[in-house]
Antibody, heavy 118, light 108 residues
């Protein structure tokens, strides 16, 4: 069973960038896309984009185009999410999750709280 | 883009049956997946392909999908079922996933 373990909480000032990591363990890192989903306090789930851990090909939600970069480091079975030009409304828990050919999200990482605060 | 609509809240007494709906245009033509999220925790898949249960999910959780509405049914509701529930489909037009807004299940 693959497990996804994310990096720890971050506090950033408006305008800064944040980089969140997601490490896969327990199973092959390759084969299925890793997606990023965020959840603002008290809100629903918002899809941000995905990365293929084999090819590195990315696909971003239009809302985040130009501000988000997803990368992979296959040598350590890790993908990264970088979000730039942070705003207060970027305060959220950021989740990584694997999506199989069946198009559902499983498993999920434990989440990383990013707080934008001045 | 494709939109999924869920009621903000559903309340049910212990032992009763909870039904959480997920509305979308001709949603029956899509596969619907459901997630349970308890406070402070990541979402957990509870149903996939409308009605299939992952390993470890109780048989009390079942699903259906017809017309413009998919339904997650939780039988013999327990206090531990209190959580937010989200539906999700894959939008073939955008080739992106879509989530419903979520339903808070309260066990009275």
């Amino acid at each position: 069973q693959v497990q996804l373990v994310q990096s720890g909480a971050e506090v950033k000032m408006p305008g800064a960038s944040v980089k969140v990591s997601c490490k896969a363990s327990g199973h092959s890192f390759s084969g299925y896309d890793i997606h990023w989903v965020r959840q603002a306090p008290g809100q629903g789930l918002e899809w941000m984009g995905r990365i293929n851990p084999d090819s590195g090909v990315t696909d971003y939600a239009q809302k985040f185009q130009g501000r988000v970069i997803m990368t992979k480091d296959a040598s350590i079975s890790t993908v990264h999410l970088e979000l730039s030009r942070l705003r207060y409304d970027d305060t959220a828990v950021y989740y990584c999750a694997r999506v199989t050919s069946g198009d559902w999200f499983d498993p999920w990482g434990q989440g990383t709280l990013v707080t934008v605060f001045s | 883009s494709y939109v999924l609509t869920q009621p903000p809240s559903v309340s049910v007494a212990p032992g009763e049956t909870a039904r959480i709906t997920c509305g979308g245009n001709n949603i029956a033509s899509k596969s619907v997946h459901w997630y349970q999220q308890k406070p402070g925790q990541a979402p957990v898949l509870v149903l996939y392909y409308d009605k299939d249960r992952p390993s470890g999910i109780p048989k009390r959780f079942s699903g259906s999908n017809s017309g413009n509405t998919a339904t997650l049914t939780i039988s013999r509701v327990e206090a531990g079922d209190e959580a937010d529930y989200f539906c999700q489909v894959w939008d073939s037009t955008s080739d992106h996933p879509v989530f419903g807004g979520g339903t808070k299940l309260t066990v009275l």
